[in-house]
């Protein structure tokens, strides 16, 4: 990871910018297949765990591991680590419709932005917000998904 | 009636569980360690117990709308901030209650604060929902 310009060892916002900005994630394609459904389900404790109905948290699940980057590649990009102690800051689902079992999908996504903020309890922190959309091979939209990533800077003062 | 003030059905999840949140991060490629490895958890300064991933305890908030609406289908918008954290082992119960209630070409919808809160009171996520409703008179009002 590159160090700030004030020799602190963190990035500053503009490096950080530089690296995440301005280029969409590579994407990609998904089918859920009818055991991932259900091993979501079962996972978020949902009243209707089946092989053929989709939790809604899954337009998030599916769009993450289509979107062509992983979580760590995401955390890289904001030139952060998974060691660093990332953390989801929040969501917004917008959900058109619901997915199906066995159908593909297509996901795009991309970062928005990236701000510093400073707390008092929580010191030099960023903030990068993500979006995820998924559409069908007819371009309809099916749900679109907006993350922020918090990223604590420790070393930025 | 379904009107502001209304409230939805509370939706608990007796105990976390630290299995789940290992199948989650597995499925999703999360390679954030306090999900799955304790070690990482003392050394992170937050306890003993794994923390829960914070798009499940998005799912427990749909979760509860849902039973309320009547079906997954019925969740449009789910818009929310993760202000603390839910470890393995912890109750948490998601709430919520209507804020407003609309109606646009005979299909009625509820805007609504949501809520997921642990055991000992502490709110854990909060924010906003829209939820078509699917009718007057089918789905359930608690306060």
Redesign the interface.
């Known amino acids: 990871m590159s160090g700030g310009p004030d020799g602190t060892g963190a990035p500053s916002v503009d490096e950080i910018r530089a690296s995440a900005l301005g280029r969409p994630f590579p994407g990609g394609s998904f089918v859920i297949e009818p055991w991932?459904a259900f091993?979501?389900a079962?996972?978020?404790?949902?009243?209707?765990i089946s092989q053929h109905?989709v939790?809604?948290?899954q337009n998030?699940?599916a769009a993450?591991?289509a979107a062509g980057v992983?979580?760590?590649e995401m955390?890289g990009w904001c030139l952060s680590a998974?060691?660093e102690?990332?953390?989801?800051?929040?969501?917004?689902?917008?959900?058109s419709?619901?997915l199906e079992v066995g159908v593909r999908y297509v996901v795009e996504g991309s970062f928005l932005s990236v701000e510093r903020k400073r707390g008092a309890r929580a010191g030099v922190f960023d903030i990068a917000i993500f979006e995820l959309t998924i559409r069908d091979l007819d371009a309809q939209l099916v749900a679109r998904t907006e993350c922020s990533l918090i990223f604590p800077r420790k070393a930025a003062v | 009636m379904i009107g502001p003030g209304s409230q939805i059905p509370p939706w608990t999840?007796p105990a976390v569980?630290a299995e789940?949140m290992k199948?989650?991060a597995a499925?999703?490629?999360?390679?954030?360690?306090?999900h799955w490895d304790v070690q990482a958890v003392r050394a992170?300064g937050l306890g003993d117990k794994p923390v829960n991933?914070?798009?499940?305890n998005?799912?427990?908030l749909?979760?509860m709308l849902?039973?309320w609406a009547g079906g997954?289908?019925n969740?449009?918008?789910?818009?929310?901030?993760?202000v603390a954290n839910v470890f393995a082992g912890d109750t948490v119960t998601a709430r919520g209650s209507v804020r407003s209630v609309r109606e646009d070409g005979g299909q009625s919808s509820a805007e609504c604060d949501v809520w997921l809160e642990r055991g000992d009171g502490t709110v854990c996520v909060t924010?906003t929902a829209t939820v078509r409703l699917p009718g007057v008179g089918d789905i359930p009002d608690v306060g």
């Open positions: 991932e091993l979501v079962d996972a978020v404790a949902a009243d209707e109905s939790h809604p948290i998030y699940f993450l591991g992983t979580l760590d955390f998974a060691s102690g990332p953390m989801l800051g929040s969501t917004r689902l917008e959900l419709r619901p | 999840v569980s789940s199948l989650v499925l999703i490629r999360d390679p954030t360690p306090i992170a991933g914070g798009a499940v998005l799912a427990y749909i979760n849902a039973r997954t289908q969740v449009v918008d789910v818009d929310v901030r993760y924010g």
